[in-house]
């Protein structure tokens, strides 16, 4: 109570509206690799919102190795259309499937050797710990890695969001030239622990992006030294100018397409569904932009052993060409496929959303006194944020009470020994809704009646 010495009349403000959950971000990816601008051996972070944004902080991409014939044709034997430093070319993919605001984990530059790969990308990932905003955690460019350091590295992305418990890991089944898959090999190396918190795509996707390259670099036919750039109209030497063939080499190279891992992708359509349906919608059903066709057709039965693996237990979603609808994401399962609670990516990440909206707007009531005016502000805040929820499809049941509860109190989930000690504790139990994973119609003949 204010001391008043002094005639006079005072306004005094009354807060009558109970706290509120603010509710937090659900799609803010972290993207781990190398950049252009990125410092040898030291891990920088930054947060950017288009391209441009990524450009102007860490560089542009690899050029990549070409190398043409006399008659302009490109050399593709041996090419691997996966760049070395995939990065920039996924960054774009995310953009392009509408993706925004996001953060970029810069583990070094383009002279990063394989040697040190797996202790930076590892550092990355540490650094990322200290950072509370992003939510989603990709890794494209760890598939040029060897696949134990990929398993390693996974692994480590997926103990982090369990023990953050505030993100979730979008992972790529690195590509087995050997067994054109790698099913098998990525299944056996995400751990059997953690598997809820991230999911796993596949195949890789034929993107609409062509390679960058340096005209200076590109090796045109037999004559050692000699360039695209040399047959340029343009040049300084006008004697190796040849306009025909360096238009014709420039037309060959634009169709040389990129090959990205999907994560990038799937990052982007996490992002356009949270934005357009909500988090609780699957992230599945929904066209993947910028992508000509997934590097490998699966059928329907192939995806069986995908979708549902009854040995190892962990869901692989698959990326599909459906004729007539175009390139599809079909699946939205966790790692942890056998898992009744946690089977879907949508009940996952709307747990972690609820959880950490709940979690940070409770911080009011610490050291607040531990009795039942604070207890009612609490369960008022809770009850009022999950009711908003409920109203916009995110919960089931067809009256709030079936869709949630919240429970606090003295001789309800705290006895006197709780309270002595400064704990209070609250009991929120939520009814999910989950995918319609498979619609069964049923058909039988009707008999006439007349």
Same mark, same amino acid.
């Given at each position: 109570?204010?001391?008043?010495?002094?005639?006079?009349?005072?306004?005094?403000?009354?807060?009558?509206?109970?706290?509120?959950?603010?509710?937090?971000?659900?799609?803010?990816?972290?993207?781990?690799?190398?950049?252009?601008?990125?410092?040898?051996?030291?891990?920088?972070?930054?947060?950017?919102?288009?391209?441009?944004?990524?450009?102007?902080?860490?560089?542009?991409?690899?050029?990549?190795?070409?190398?043409?014939?006399?008659?302009?044709?490109?050399?593709?034997?041996?090419?691997?259309?996966?760049?070395?430093?995939?990065?920039?070319?996924?960054?774009?993919?995310?953009?392009?499937?509408?993706?925004?605001?996001?953060?970029?984990?810069?583990?070094?530059?383009?002279?990063?050797?394989?040697?040190?790969?797996?202790?930076?990308?590892?550092?990355?990932?540490?650094?990322?710990?200290?950072?509370?905003?992003?939510?989603?955690?990709?890794?494209?460019?760890?598939?040029?890695?060897?696949?134990?350091?990929?398993?390693?590295?996974?692994?480590?992305?997926?103990?982090?969001?369990?023990?953050?418990?505030?993100?979730?890991?979008?992972?790529?089944?690195?590509?087995?030239?050997?067994?054109?898959?790698?099913?098998?090999?990525?299944?056996?190396?995400?751990?059997?622990?953690?598997?809820?918190?991230?999911?796993?795509?596949?195949?890789?996707?034929?993107?609409?992006?062509?390679?960058?390259?340096?005209?200076?670099?590109?090796?045109?036919?037999?004559?050692?030294?000699?360039?695209?750039?040399?047959?340029?109209?343009?040049?300084?030497?006008?004697?190796?100018?040849?306009?025909?063939?360096?238009?014709?080499?420039?037309?060959?190279?634009?169709?040389?397409?990129?090959?990205?891992?999907?994560?990038?992708?799937?990052?982007?359509?996490?992002?356009?569904?949270?934005?357009?349906?909500?988090?609780?919608?699957?992230?599945?059903?929904?066209?993947?932009?910028?992508?000509?066709?997934?590097?490998?057709? @699966?059928?329907?039965?192939?995806?069986?052993?995908?979708?549902?693996?009854?040995?190892?237990?962990?869901? @692989?979603?698959?990326?599909?060409?459906?004729?007539?609808?175009?390139?599809?994401?079909?699946?939205?399962?966790?790692?942890?496929?056998?898992?009744?609670?946690?089977?879907?990516?949508?009940?996952?990440?709307?747990?972690?959303?609820?959880?950490?909206?709940?979690?940070?707007?409770?911080?009011?009531?610490?050291?607040?006194?531990?009795?039942?005016?604070?207890?009612?502000?609490?369960?008022?805040?809770?009850?009022?944020?999950?009711?908003?929820?409920?109203?916009?499809?995110?919960?089931?049941?067809?009256?709030?009470?079936?869709?949630?509860?919240?429970?606090?109190?003295?001789?309800?989930?705290?006895?006197?020994?709780?309270?002595?000690?400064?704990?209070?504790?609250?009991?929120?139990?939520?009814?999910?809704?989950?995918?319609?994973?498979?619609? @069964?119609?049923?058909?039988?003949?009707?008999?006439?009646?007349?």
């Amino acid at each position: 109570m204010p001391t008043y010495n002094t005639p006079g009349v005072y306004v005094k403000e009354v807060s009558t509206l109970p706290p509120s959950v603010a509710e937090v971000a659900t799609a803010i990816p972290a993207f781990i690799g190398t950049t252009e601008k990125g410092a040898a051996g030291k891990v920088e972070v930054a947060e950017i919102s288009t391209l441009l944004e990524y450009e102007l902080r860490f560089g542009k991409a690899e050029a990549t190795d070409f190398a043409t014939s006399g008659d302009g044709t490109v050399n593709l034997t041996n090419f691997d259309h996966v760049p070395k430093r995939p990065l920039w070319y996924a960054i774009n993919l995310y953009f392009q499937n509408g993706g925004g605001r996001c953060y970029v984990v810069s583990v070094g530059d383009y002279t990063l050797s394989p040697q040190v790969a797996l202790t930076q990308f590892a550092a990355g990932l540490a650094e990322l710990e200290r950072w509370d905003e992003p939510t989603l955690i990709v890794m494209p460019e760890i598939v040029t890695l060897g696949q134990t350091d990929v398993d390693a590295l996974n692994k480590q992305a997926l103990a982090q969001c369990a023990k953050l418990m505030d993100r979730f890991a979008i992972l790529d089944v690195k590509y087995d030239p050997a067994t054109a898959g790698g099913v098998t090999a990525s299944r056996d190396g995400y751990g059997p622990d953690n598997l809820s918190y991230g999911a796993a795509y596949h195949p890789y996707l034929w993107t609409t992006m062509a390679h960058v390259y340096d005209e200076a670099k590109v090796q045109v036919g037999d004559v050692v030294g000699k360039t695209l750039s040399m047959l340029s109209s343009t040049t300084a030497n006008a004697a190796t100018a040849d306009t025909a063939l360096y238009n014709q080499i420039k037309k060959n190279l634009a169709l040389v397409r990129v090959v990205l891992p999907p994560s990038a992708a799937i990052a982007g359509i996490y992002a356009r569904v949270d934005r357009e349906r909500g988090v609780w919608k699957a992230p599945a059903n929904v066209g993947v932009m910028a992508v000509i066709a997934p590097t490998k057709q @699966i059928t329907h039965d192939e995806q069986e052993t995908l979708n549902v693996d009854a040995t190892s237990g962990k869901s @692989i979603n698959a990326i599909r060409a459906f004729p007539g609808r175009g390139i599809l994401v079909w699946g939205a399962r966790t790692l942890a496929g056998n898992d009744n609670e946690w089977r879907y990516v949508p009940v996952r990440r709307l747990f972690i959303m609820i959880e950490e909206s709940a979690k940070k707007a409770s911080a009011f009531a610490v050291f607040e006194p531990n009795d039942a005016t604070t207890w009612l502000k609490v369960k008022g805040m809770i009850e009022s944020y999950l009711y908003g929820l409920w109203e916009k499809g995110a919960l089931q049941g067809a009256v709030p009470e079936a869709a949630y509860y919240v429970s606090v109190g003295l001789g309800k989930t705290m006895n006197a020994q709780d309270v002595l000690e400064g704990r209070m504790n609250v009991d929120i139990g939520i009814a999910a809704v989950r995918p319609a994973e498979f619609i @069964i119609l049923r058909f039988s003949h009707k008999l006439a009646v007349s």
